[in-house]
Structure formats: structure tokens, C-alpha cells
């Protein structure tokens, strides 16, 4: 008997649910996790969706990285699992 592995997309699949929460594309922002301090490109995360919301970990240590979840009138994010998140400027 083998047990159920979750399936998870990459940071990519996070797009259109964060592109209602910033104004950039977040998928090419780079950030560095609080749990291991690996740093790369969110399109690099694991971003699981069969959960109630959105949740990308770590692809060096699977910590949680971003948490996302939408209700008819709010929408929250938890992003305590990133030290930072650089987002490019445009000029």
C-alpha cells in the first residue's frame, strides 16, 4: 500500500491568483526562504492548490514559503515564510 503524495506545480501555476493581489508578476520575483535561506525565482517553488487556498514551499527544505486564500470578500496572504521578496522595478 503506498501512501497518496501530494502533486504540487511550480511557482508559475501561483500567477493568477497572486496577479489579483499585486500589480507585478510575482513569478519572477526572487525570494529568499526563512527556512533553509535558499534564494531563487518564485516561478521555482512548489505551489500545491488541492488544499482550501494556495500554498508554495521551498524547493531546498518544502517549508512553507506563501500562504493564499480567497472568500467571497477578502483575500488573505501569508508570506512569512520568505525573509524577503524583491520585486523588479520598472523604470
Do not use: H, K, W
Request: aromatic share 6%; proline share 5%.
Amino acid at each position: 500500500m503506498t501512501a497518496d503524495v501530494p502533486t504540487y506545480l511550480d511557482g508559475n501555476a501561483a500567477a493568477g491568483a497572486l496577479s489579483e493581489v499585486f500589480a507585478v508578476d510575482i513569478t519572477a520575483a526572487i525570494g529568499r526562504c526563512a527556512g533553509c535561506g535558499q534564494t531563487g525565482v518564485f516561478a521555482e517553488t512548489r505551489v500545491y492548490v488541492d488544499a482550501p487556498g494556495m500554498v508554495a514551499r521551498c524547493a531546498g527544505c518544502d517549508g512553507v514559503l506563501l500562504r493564499v486564500v480567497s472568500t467571497p470578500t477578502d483575500t488573505y496572504l501569508d508570506l512569512r515564510g520568505l525573509t524577503y521578496l524583491r520585486l523588479p522595478t520598472t523604470p
